[in-house]
């Protein structure tokens, strides 16, 4: 069923809003009677439908086609490492129904498959619409992923190995199933509905208990050759720097994310330095984090300011050194930590002016992202959408 210029004429009437069958054929350069073939197919299938007629060129007025957005569905499932969302979206990506389920301490992989199975069905259920109006299910996973197979190969935070969600979800529910690591979902949600829509070459930096990043460029996704492009959390920015979960010393994410800000809290608060996020967490050390230190700069504690603003450098210079990489047209920043606002952008970009190469480069756009806490689930969704509007998974968002 799938074809190349199918997908070729769903993109253009999704991407054009409405457009007439002679336009289509005019723009995709395929024949008129081809097109009509394709676009009754697509009628009779329910995923374009017939609107207004649309201005004449002197002789009848043509129909203008659109996708029938309302008519199917897609699941997305953001897994993470102490919850997981769920949402049905029309294909719009607007949500329709959502959940999320709490993790609990020491899951199995079993529970773990059980859990997303089991909340599925609910959310199908409660959203009153059949599994046959369901596309696909697209997942964003945090950690190590196969997306060719389909297989979360390493998640660190629930320390599960090789979990092959595609085929165990695909045996259950009978529909195709994407799997794709968190921050690239991420990046692809905001590249088709949030702040990287109208960029080619954007970078997607998640900020949170790690620091990852999504890279497209030219509306593609750049995996590399082995998987690791994006992890500039393990990227080195001080040699002597503090110890990583990956083994090495002076990464990123060691420094500027959530464990990094936490460790100079307690060291600063065992300097002696007077702070109100100690009666914030009451006195529990364990419970500094991004969200608490965040609170107390809100409250205009000096050190919470300070320690926001550290890690603004470090991610400032590490984001520089990546514009001078790969020179991408926007970062968007997102992830818990992002949501500082203000306190953890601005000494981002001041560092980035000082430290990108060239003029321009200096003054690559960088914003928080649009879809916030929804990004990888809306970009989980986005996996099936790609699929289905593309010609290929990971191939331009736009077409011609
Ligand atoms: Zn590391």
Redesign the pocket.
């Known amino acids: 069923m799938k074809s190349l210029n199918r997908s070729l004429i769903l993109n253009l009437i999704r991407s054009k809003g409405t457009i007439s069958r002679a336009e289509i054929a005019k723009q995709t350069k395929l024949t008129p009677p081809t097109v009509t073939n394709i676009v009754n197919e697509l009628l009779v299938e329910g995923l374009v439908e017939e609107g207004h007629a649309g201005p004449s060129n002197g002789g009848r007025k043509p129909i203008m086609l659109r996708i029938n957005t309302a008519n199917f569905f897609v699941i997305g499932i953001d897994v993470g490492e102490k919850k997981i969302r769920f949402a049905v979206t029309d294909l719009n990506a607007n949500i329709i129904g959502r959940q999320t389920v709490r993790l609990a301490e020491a899951v199995t992989k079993d529970q773990l498959v059980q859990t997303i199975m089991k909340q599925i069905y609910m959310l199908v259920d409660e959203s009153a619409i059949s599994f046959a109006k369901i596309l696909g299910i697209g997942i964003g996973m945090h950690g190590i992923v196969d997306h060719e197979k389909g297989i979360a190969v390493f998640a660190p935070n629930l320390n599960m190995k090789n979990i092959p969600l595609k085929e165990l979800l695909e045996k259950e529910f009978h529909i195709p199933v994407k799997v794709e690591n968190d921050v690239r979902a991420m990046a692809l949600g905001e590249s088709w509905f949030g702040n990287g829509a109208d960029y080619e070459d954007i970078v997607c930096i998640n900020v949170g208990y790690g620091i990852g990043a999504g890279i497209i460029m030219k509306n593609r996704l750049f995996r590399g050759q082995h998987g690791v492009a994006g992890e500039i959390?393990?990227t080195v920015i001080d040699l002597n720097g503090p110890a990583?979960?990956?083994g090495?010393y002076g990464?990123l994410?060691?420094i500027a994310a959530n464990d990094g800000m936490k460790a100079y809290v307690i060291k600063q608060m065992a300097l002696g330095r007077n702070t109100i996020i100690s009666s914030l967490v009451n006195g529990n050390l364990e419970k500094v984090s991004g969200k608490v230190i965040h609170q107390a700069a809100l409250a205009g504690d000096a050190l919470a300011m300070e320690v926001l603003e550290n890690s603004g450098r470090y991610l400032g210079a590490s984001i520089a050194n990546l514009i001078n990489v790969l020179n991408p047209e926007r970062i968007i920043i997102g992830g818990g930590i992002s949501r500082a606002g203000a306190y953890i952008l601005d000494p981002i970009i001041k560092v980035v002016e000082q430290r990108a190469l060239n003029a321009e480069a200096k003054k690559t756009s960088i914003v928080q992202s649009k879809l916030k806490d929804k990004a990888t689930l809306i970009g989980a969704v986005t996996l099936v959408l790609a699929d289905l509007f593309s010609i290929n998974y990971e191939s331009p968002k736009q077409v011609i």
Do not use: P, R
């Open positions: 959390g393990h990583c979960s990956c090495n990464c994410q060691a």
